[in-house]
């Protein structure tokens, strides 16, 4: 009989078939970029086709490997990696907080009824607050506080934006999960006098799992916005939304930088959907393919 | 009636306290505005500033509105394209999924160079093509997820693409699309807001509260936060009235 | 009185009760059922049978009346796992395998790891699932599913055996099939049974008695013994075993003389 592995397999082969088409609406998308220059040269458009302003594919990839700065040593390419992966590491902080935070309120809100009621609005509502354009306002508070000898930076106040954006999908995603066991599924386990713990553990929480996956994408992919964002309006040091800022100012005389820094950002979120990918491959390596979304 | 009153009150209730608590935690503790402003010092320098709120409220507002107008047509558009030609669907399915990992306003740099800067046209398509992934996945979901009977039905009646498209998909689509909108609604007024952080035009939302936390004015930039959850809050509630008026059947508790 | 599997005696159960929807689930039923019996449950939607179950499995409470089952409260019985249910729906859970499907009431009972997987493939055997005991519950088919679920009910090894309807998803041929085996298990283990059913062919093959409900409010009409012995592939087709289904339809139309007055007592019978 077939075993979970295989399902695993197929859904590996899907993925790299995926990938395949993402691919090719790469290269699609560097014709077009390069055929809009060419139309440009010819025809009138809305917006500035210019070396300037589209530098040419073959540009970008050469301005990666420009020193950064005149004299340094250190070429395009590896600043804005550094800068990724910092931005990146930041993002998965945030996004860890979260999750933890969302789960946790989730179960609470399972459990106890009352919770649910009193909380539930207030997560709803704390997404009405656009944190990500508090950013300036929250990283101002939080330079000034302390715990004792641990000083709040800016790089916590940025994680913390990051978590908040992350904990509201996960939370609303996991509720739902932890709700979806059927009733009969819920009378089998009372009929054998299992403990609410035993339930949430047993039945619950490997029930939740195929709400659980679209909330993790969605929680990475706020978290990664949050981090990036945030870095842009408060100049955080290190990390890519200040390397866009900075190149972006450079544009007239290296156009190319800014744009490297840009793929830059692209990458830390494509890497995290990846990573969450693979979580979910993880997940559900039990289940059955109907269950998948 | 009475049902929906129930529902009401105890947030309502709650936030009144949670304001209290706030002002009166200001207050106890005498913290200074560029820590935590005071809701009184809010309110006061909301409205004293009030006509310049509301115009700055209606600036960024306009260009969430355009994006989002803009973003909705070509998601609905791309929607039935992928829904009707097989290549097109595999090469967006990996595209619309790009796009919701990856933070679309770090674009706004390289849009600012290629269209006029001082123009709002650069923020209108960062809005327009953060708002294109919920519109596009929700509506791509709904023109599809047609019941497979229904199908069956129209082509024993020899219907064609078109005509299935317009009796069944459609109308299928409909309470998709307003889930989508739902989420692109509130999206498109903090896109606007975020991609005002890039240069530009300094009228807008998202530009005066990075101007005034960089001037320490904090009491106004909490006021522009405070029009910034109101504009917030208009769209979501717009779309709301839309969906009532245009799907009159949906459930109440019906969730994306 | 643990004589008796279960002993119930003038239940009733009303939901909410006050209210402008109130229903009267169960009225004045009395129920006894004897050790190794196997008793049907049968009647038309609303005739509380299921929810007859359902008090005896402590799913839910009575609003009045005495319960036992195996000479406990119905609480104390499901807390010593002194019963085993199985639903119309398998409820097999997706992310195990039959076999840890099959164990899940005994880690529940707290059995150690070894006992456990010995039980599980000893009562998947008994099903005639042994080969499939590493499968996923998606890769069977429906009545296989209500196989596992037949040998996951049977796991802690209990007195009784409550059913409801766990055969109404399957197809008649598979039905057939399921209830001969569901008999022979039974029949080995002396396990008392309380089955919900609509079928009448089904009550009458299976049962020693097959007690008739009626709603509005739920209670108990008929109890029609089905002396049919030792039950072979011929008994479906024999004439005491049409006699009996006749002796069930005609009860449920009415047209029967009902035992006792206004809800049946039915203490011992014959």
């Known amino acids: 009989m077939a075993s979970g592995t295989s399902t695993t397999g197929r859904r590996v082969k899907q993925g790299l078939i995926s990938l395949g088409w993402a691919l090719a609406g790469v290269v699609i998308a560097i014709l077009l970029w390069e055929g809009v220059k060419l139309l440009g040269a010819v025809v009138t458009l809305p917006f500035e086709t210019s070396d300037q302003a589209m530098p040419h594919v073959w540009t970008i990839a050469q301005g990666a490997l420009q020193p950064e700065v005149r004299g340094s040593d250190t070429p395009v390419w590896m600043t804005v990696l550094i800068a990724a992966l910092y931005t990146l590491l930041i993002a998965f902080g945030g996004f860890i907080i979260g999750v933890s935070v969302g789960l946790l309120l989730a179960v609470i809100m399972q459990r106890f009824a009352f919770m649910e009621r009193g909380l539930l609005p207030f997560v709803i509502a704390s997404q009405t607050v656009p944190l990500i354009a508090l950013a300036p306002l929250i990283v101002g508070i939080g330079n000034r506080i302390s715990f004792g000898p641990f000083q709040w930076g800016q790089t916590q106040s940025i994680m913390f934006i990051a978590a908040y954006l992350a904990f509201f999908p996960l939370s609303v995603g996991a509720l739902r999960g932890l709700k979806a066991a059927t009733p009969t599924q819920l009378e089998l386990m009372r009929s054998y006098a299992a403990s609410p713990r035993s339930t949430l553990w047993k039945l619950r929480f490997p029930a939740s799992v195929p709400y659980l996956v679209p909330a993790l994408k969605v929680s990475a992919a706020a978290a990664v916005v949050g981090t990036v964002v945030a870095q842009i309006s408060t100049g955080g040091r290190g990390g890519i939304g200040r390397l866009i800022i900075e190149y972006a100012r450079e544009t007239t005389a290296q156009p190319a930088k800014v744009y490297i820094a840009v793929i830059g950002a692209i990458l830390v979120g494509l890497i995290a959907a990846g990573l969450v990918a693979l979580l979910d491959l993880y997940l559900t390596r039990n289940l059955p393919k109907e269950k998948l979304t | 009636m009475k049902a929906r009153i129930n529902l009401i009150w105890p947030p309502i209730l709650i936030g009144a306290l949670f304001l209290l608590a706030w002002q009166a935690l200001v207050v106890i503790q005498d913290l200074k505005p560029y820590l935590l402003p005071a809701p009184s010092l809010i309110f006061t320098t909301f409205t004293s500033n009030l006509s310049l709120m509301v115009e700055t409220g209606i600036y960024t507002a306009t260009t969430a509105a355009l994006g989002l107008v803009f973003g909705t047509l070509v998601g609905i558009l791309l929607a039935m394209v992928a829904q009707r030609f097989f290549v097109f669907r595999n090469l967006m399915i990996p595209i619309a999924a790009g796009i919701a990992a990856v933070p679309i306003v770090a674009l706004t740099p390289i849009l600012n160079n290629m269209f006029d800067i001082t123009s709002r046209t650069p923020r209108v398509l960062i809005t327009a093509i953060v708002v294109f992934f919920p519109i596009f996945v929700n509506v791509y979901r709904g023109l599809t997820a047609v019941p497979p009977v229904q199908l069956e039905l129209l082509r024993s009646l020899s219907a064609t693409p078109r005509t299935v498209l317009r009796v069944l998909r459609i109308p299928n689509a409909l309470p998709f699309f307003f889930t989508g909108l739902k989420v692109a609604a509130p999206l498109a007024v903090i896109a606007a807001l975020v991609a005002e952080y890039f240069g530009g035009p300094q009228e807008g939302l998202g530009s005066k509260i990075a101007a005034s936390a960089a001037n320490t004015a904090y009491g106004r930039a909490w006021a522009y936060v405070v029009v910034a959850i109101i504009v917030g809050l208009a769209f979501y509630l717009i779309t709301l009235a839309l969906e009532r008026v245009a799907t009159p059947w949906a459930g109440r508790t019906r969730s994306a | ?270």
């Open chain 3, 1 to 270: 009185m643990s004589e008796f599997a279960v002993h119930a005696e003038g239940v009733w159960k009303v939901f909410n009760e006050g209210a402008a929807n109130e229903v009267t689930a169960l009225s004045d039923v009395s129920l006894d059922v004897r050790k190794g019996e196997f008793v049907s449950l049968i009647g038309p939607s609303g005739c509380g049978k299921s929810t007859l179950l359902r008090v005896i499995a402590d799913l839910t409470s009575a609003s009045r009346g005495t319960v036992e089952v195996a000479g406990m409260t119905p609480q104390k019985a499901r807390e010593d796992h002194q019963y085993g249910i199985a639903f119309q729906q398998a409820a097999l859970l997706d992310w195990r395998t039959v076999r840890r499907n099959v164990e899940l009431p005994l880690e529940l009972a707290g059995w150690d790891k070894a006992k456990r997987q010995a039980r599980a493939l000893e009562l998947l055997d008994m099903v005639q699932l042994h080969d499939f005991a590493e499968s996923r519950p998606w890769e069977l088919s429906g009545g296989m599913q209500q196989r596992v679920a037949i040998a996951r009910s049977l796991a802690t090894d209990p007195e009784i055996l409550l059913m409801d309807e766990p055969f109404g998803a399957l197809d008649e041929m598979t039905r057939e099939r399921m209830q001969n085996e569901l008999l022979r298990i039974a029949g080995a283990t002396g396990t008392s049974v309380i089955f919900v059913t609509h079928s009448i062919p089904e009550a009458v093959y299976l049962s020693n008695r097959v007690v008739v409900m009626s709603p509005r409010p739920g209670r108990i009409t008929h109890v029609v013994d089905v002396p049919l012995g030792d039950r072979n592939e011929d008994t479906r087709e024999s004439d005491a075993f049409f006699e009996a289904v006749t002796a069930v339809r005609e009860a449920l139309r009415g047209r029967a003389k009902p035992v006792g007055e206004g809800g049946a007592r039915l203490a011992e019978t014959s």
